[in-house]
C-alpha cells in the first residue's frame, strides 16, 4: 500500500458522513411535509400516491443509512463517536418508519373521517423535520458554532410536548363521544403512531443534544 494510501485511510472520513446523514435529514423532511400533504387530500387515488412518495423516501432513508452503517466500520477515524452517528442514524430511521407505519395504516383502516387533531399532529411532525433537518446541517461546524442546533432541539422537545398534549386531549375525548367501537379503535391506532412519530424526533433532538456536549 501506498503511503498517500495509508494517510488517507487515517484521516477523518468527515466528507463521506455529513453529506450522508444531511441526505437522510433532507428525505426526513420530505416524508415529514408529504405526510401532511397525504393527511388533508380527500381523493383516495392521490392519498395512494402520496403514501407510495412516502414509501419512496422511507426506502432510500434505509439504502443511505446502510451506506453509513459500512463507512461506519471500515473508517479509521470518523467525525464522532461511532456509537453516536449509530444511535442517531437508528433514531433517525425509527422517525421515518413511524411516518411510513402511520400513513399505512389510515390507507389501511379506512377510518370513516379524520379528526382535526390528526393533521395538527402531522403538522407538528412536519415542523420536527424541519428542525431535525437544520440541526444536522450544522452538525459539522457545531463544535464552533452550537447554538443553532441547540436551538433546534429545543424545539424539538416544545413539539414533543405539543404533541403529547394533543394527542392525550382528543384520546379522552375520542373515549367520550365515540360509540362505534370498531372506529376508536381506528383512530386510536393512526393517532397513536402520529404521537409515537414525535417521541421519535425528539429522540433525535435528544441525541444532537448530546453530541454538542461532547464535541462543542
Partial sequence: MKSNSIFSFLLPK?????PLINHIGELNKNASSTLVKFITCDDKQKMQDLYFEIKGYEREADEVLNVIFDELNITFITPFDREDIHELCERLDDMLDNINSASKRVLLFQPKSIPNSALELCKIIADCGDSIYIALKELKTMNKKPAVALEQTEKLHQ?????????EQYIKHLFE????????FKIKEIMQEFERTTDAANAVGKIIKTMIVKYA
Fill in 14 to 18: 468527515e466528507s463521506k458522513f455529513f
Fill in 159 to 167: 413539539f414533543e410536548r405539543k404533541a403529547d398534549e394533543v394527542y
Fill in 177 to 184: 363521544v365515540e360509540q362505534d367501537s370498531i372506529e376508536l
